[in-house]
């Protein structure tokens, strides 16, 4: 540390400037009375007022998008865990024919540009009569987030040895139970790690709800505070007292699982 | 407890590799069978085929009078001993021994009641409540082992067990395991590639090599009439020496041809200079305690073929010294060129 010197503490430094600057930024404003936001910036905290977020809820009923987005993010999240799982095990474990190619369709499907498929997705839903529903919106963001969870858990399942398995499976597991009672549990920083992102992703995506809901009773919270925007005026504190709002879920699972992401991100990368 | 037979069993992978040419095997009930040879040789995958971990390409597999041969590793009631011993990480050291007994739906009073008997018996019950992260190598070997013994299967499945365990804990647990096997009286089929252990622990030893079985016999019967060159050469140490027959024609009697004439550095006695078979120069002496180990080279100077010879540790044995070596003549084998043991009387007339 001494000997590398002063230098990367200062790079260190700047960088978490400025990445916490806007949302310090953001913050402060979402406390500020709507007039003083005009008057010129301020950094200082000064005269902070709790206005836009009692208007959140009083004039935009601001927890219909919250309910809207936990609901969908959530159910994203536990189908894709639960199916993606089972899916990614088959992946690692078992041996069956055109495994590399399905591997890589699961990939190249997870790198289609979202603008490219939001009409033909818009049609199919519209003749399954889902738009404007919950499923509507979970099932286009199982084709992204599923990718994403089957790459992760395969390389996760893969490092786990398969000894493990077999000795549970020559003590009386059928695979099923072996992978439920064995390899879920070990897999639990994987698991969390890709709950994490799935959510965070659903949580804030913004195309397919903009284009898959119709009105307000729908809405997630990134297409709410997008539409706050009136014909003649930009209620900025309103919208950043709800960007605050939207970006508490995700802070808070991050932190509390912080340990478990690193470990499941950089599982493999060392033996250990 | 239950016999285990093979029946010309094969195994093909897909890439072309054969790890096994119809293997004949006859295992009876109780019987200690050890299958040894080189890595690769196709002992794992044999062991890994009566598990049920792998499935044959062709040929049957029976515990006891049941064809098992495509029935799943769960149904097949043997519990298997692995060579990373594939503990549980995430359960104690208790729910480890008794996971195989719960996934069989025994009852609550049996698993502690069989748990409680694993454990003592193998000095377990102060650790039962420890993950296997907190255990030494050697106390990781006993749950695995424990893990095997709760169930009461009817075939112990061992992979190379021995191999993660120091030299001093190795030959603890061998003996362990052999107590272990006449207590039980259960039948053990073990995988080893030491031929040490092989010889040690063995009821029966089947050497493989390439997929084949090259012979199954008694440890001793191994020792004494070896099948073929591959077998005398693997079992026994140090290892057999093997001549040109040519070497010792008119000095010995031999069957005649191109053969090669196999001795054990056992059966080599180190005499004075022209009182024995052949001279040899001394090219190395290694003490081992009990004995000595010689390398010598036949003919008299450095370029002739090496010979290993063991002798009494008081015999006084000089490096770059010129000594007599005198083969006993009851003790020599001959091999024909594809390697295969040619009978021949092995006493002067």
Same mark, same amino acid.
């Given at each position: 540390?001494?000997?590398?010197?002063?230098?990367?503490?200062?790079?260190?430094?700047?960088?978490?400037?400025?990445?916490?600057?806007?949302?310090?930024?953001?913050?402060?404003?979402?406390?500020?009375?709507?007039?003083?936001?005009?008057?010129?910036?301020?950094?200082?905290?000064?005269?902070?007022?709790?206005?836009?977020?009692?208007?959140?809820?009083?004039?935009?009923?601001?927890?219909?998008?919250?309910?809207?987005?936990?609901?969908?993010?959530?159910?994203?999240?536990?189908?894709?865990?639960?199916?993606?799982?089972?899916?990614?095990?088959?992946?690692?474990?078992?041996?069956?024919?055109?495994?590399?190619?399905?591997?890589?369709?699961?990939?190249?499907?997870?790198?289609?540009?979202?603008?490219?498929?939001?009409?033909?997705?818009?049609?199919?839903?519209?003749?399954?009569?889902?738009?404007?529903?919950?499923?509507?919106?979970?099932?286009?963001?199982?084709?992204?987030?599923?990718?994403?969870?089957?790459?992760?858990?395969?390389?996760?399942?893969?490092?786990?040895?398969?000894?493990?398995?077999?000795?549970?499976?020559?003590?009386?597991?059928?695979?099923?139970?072996?992978?439920?009672?064995?390899?879920?549990?070990?897999?639990?920083?994987?698991?969390?790690?890709?709950?994490?992102?799935?959510?965070?992703?659903?949580?804030?995506?913004?195309?397919?709800?903009?284009?898959?809901?119709?009105?307000?009773?729908?809405?997630?919270?990134?297409?709410?505070?997008?539409?706050?925007?009136?014909?003649?005026?930009?209620?900025?504190?309103?919208?950043?007292?709800?960007?605050?709002?939207?970006?508490?879920?995700?802070?808070?699972?991050?932190?509390?699982?912080?340990?478990?992401?690193?470990?499941?991100?950089?599982?493999?990368?060392?033996?250990? | 407890?239950?016999?285990?037979?093979?029946?010309?069993?094969?195994?093909?992978?897909?890439?072309?590799?054969? #790890?096994?040419?119809?293997?004949?095997?006859?295992?009876?009930?109780?019987?200690?069978?050890?299958?040894?040879?080189?890595?690769?040789?196709?002992?794992?995958?044999?062991?890994?085929?009566?598990?049920?971990?792998?499935?044959?390409?062709?040929?049957?597999?029976?515990?006891?009078?049941?064809?098992?041969?495509?029935?799943?590793?769960?149904?097949?009631?043997?519990?298997?001993?692995?060579?990373?011993?594939?503990?549980?990480?995430?359960?104690?050291?208790?729910?480890?021994?008794?996971?195989?007994?719960?996934?069989?739906?025994?009852?609550?009073?049996?698993?502690?009641?069989?748990?409680?008997? #694993?454990?003592?018996?193998? #000095?377990?019950?102060?650790?039962?409540?420890?993950?296997?992260?907190?255990?030494?190598?050697?106390?990781?070997?006993?749950?695995?082992?424990?893990?095997?013994?709760?169930?009461?299967?009817?075939?112990?499945?061992?992979?190379?067990?021995?191999?993660?365990?120091?030299?001093?804990?190795?030959?603890?647990?061998?003996?362990?395991?052999?107590?272990?096997?006449?207590?039980?009286?259960?039948?053990?089929?073990?995988?080893?590639?030491?031929?040490?252990?092989?010889?040690?622990?063995?009821?029966?030893?089947?050497?493989?090599?390439?997929?084949?079985?090259?012979?199954?016999?008694?440890?001793?019967?191994?020792?004494?009439?070896?099948?073929?060159?591959?077998?005398?050469?693997?079992?026994?140490?140090?290892?057999?020496?093997?001549?040109?027959?040519?070497?010792?024609?008119?000095?010995?009697?031999?069957?005649?041809?191109?053969?090669?004439?196999?001795?054990?550095?056992?059966?080599?006695?180190?005499?004075?200079?022209?009182?024995?078979?052949?001279?040899?120069?001394?090219?190395?002496?290694?003490?081992?305690?009990?004995?000595?180990?010689?390398?010598?080279?036949?003919?008299?100077?450095? #370029?002739?073929?090496?010979?290993?010879?063991?002798?009494?540790?008081?015999?006084?044995?000089?490096?770059?010294?010129?000594?007599?070596?005198?083969?006993?003549?009851?003790?020599?084998?001959?091999?024909?060129?594809?390697?295969?043991?040619?009978?021949?009387?092995?006493?002067?007339?």
């Amino acid at each position: 540390m001494s000997r590398r010197g002063w230098w990367p503490s200062v790079v260190l430094g700047l960088l978490v400037v400025a990445s916490a600057f806007p949302l310090y930024w953001a913050l402060l404003a979402s406390f500020t009375p709507e007039a003083r936001l005009f008057q010129g910036p301020s950094l200082l905290p000064s005269d902070l007022v709790l206005e836009h977020y009692r208007a959140l809820f009083t004039q935009r009923n601001f927890w219909i998008p919250i309910r809207n987005s936990l609901i969908v993010a959530g159910s994203t999240t536990a189908f894709c865990v639960a199916v993606g799982a089972l899916c990614a095990y088959a992946l690692a474990r078992l041996e069956f024919r055109g495994k590399s190619l399905l591997l890589g369709f699961i990939l190249a499907v997870g790198m289609f540009p979202q603008i490219s498929v939001v009409s033909p997705l818009y049609m199919l839903l519209r003749s399954l009569h889902l738009i404007n529903t919950y499923p509507g919106l979970v099932l286009p963001y199982l084709t992204f987030a599923m990718p994403l969870t089957v790459w992760l858990l395969v390389g996760f399942f893969r490092q786990l040895p398969a000894e493990l398995e077999e000795a549970a499976m020559v003590d009386g597991a059928s695979r099923l139970r072996a992978f439920w009672e064995v390899i879920v549990p070990l897999a639990v920083p994987g698991l969390a790690t890709t709950a994490i992102l799935t959510f965070v992703y659903s949580w804030n995506e913004f195309l397919f709800a903009l284009s898959f809901t119709l009105g307000p009773d729908r809405q997630t919270v990134p297409v709410a505070i997008a539409l706050f925007r009136g014909m003649y005026q930009v209620p900025w504190g309103q919208i950043l007292a709800a960007a605050v709002i939207a970006t508490l879920p995700v802070t808070l699972l991050v932190l509390a699982f912080q340990r478990r992401i690193v470990q499941g991100l950089t599982a493999g990368a060392v033996k250990g | 407890m239950a016999s285990v037979q093979l029946e010309q069993v094969r195994k093909v992978y897909p890439n072309g590799h054969i #790890a096994a040419h119809g293997l004949d095997l006859e295992i009876p009930d109780g019987e200690f069978m050890v299958l040894v040879g080189p890595s690769g040789c196709g002992k794992s995958t044999a062991l890994r085929m009566i598990a049920g971990l792998e499935t044959p390409t062709g040929g049957r597999i029976l515990i006891g009078d049941r064809d098992v041969t495509t029935v799943p590793p769960q149904d097949r009631d043997i519990a298997m001993v692995f060579q990373s011993y594939a503990l549980y990480p995430h359960m104690t050291v208790r729910e480890n021994l008794a996971f195989g007994l719960r996934m069989r739906g025994a009852r609550q009073e049996t698993i502690d009641r069989r748990v409680e008997e #694993a454990s003592r018996a193998l #000095a377990l019950e102060p650790m039962l409540g420890r993950k296997p992260a907190q255990l030494s190598g050697g106390q990781r070997q006993r749950v695995a082992l424990g893990r095997a013994i709760v169930r009461e299967p009817k075939v112990f499945l061992f992979d190379e067990p021995l191999s993660n365990l120091d030299a001093k804990l190795r030959v603890e647990t061998r003996a362990e395991l052999a107590r272990l096997h006449r207590r039980l009286g259960a039948t053990v089929i073990y995988v080893t590639h030491d031929q040490e252990e092989a010889m040690t622990l063995g009821s029966r030893v089947a050497v493989m090599r390439d997929g084949y079985l090259q012979q199954v016999a008694p440890p001793m019967e191994l020792y004494r009439r070896p099948a073929n060159q591959f077998v005398a050469g693997f079992v026994g140490s140090p290892a057999m020496n093997f001549l040109p027959g040519q070497l010792v024609s008119g000095l010995l009697p031999t069957p005649g041809g191109e053969l090669t004439l196999g001795i054990r550095p056992h059966d080599v006695e180190v005499v004075t200079p022209g009182a024995g078979t052949l001279d040899a120069w001394v090219d190395v002496v290694e003490p081992r305690g009990s004995e000595l180990l010689v390398y010598l080279r036949l003919g008299g100077n450095h #370029a002739g073929p090496e010979l290993r010879a063991v002798t009494p540790p008081d015999l006084a044995i000089e490096p770059e010294r010129l000594v007599g070596v005198r083969f006993d003549r009851e003790r020599l084998h001959w091999f024909d060129e594809e390697g295969g043991s040619v009978d021949f009387p092995r006493t002067l007339p």
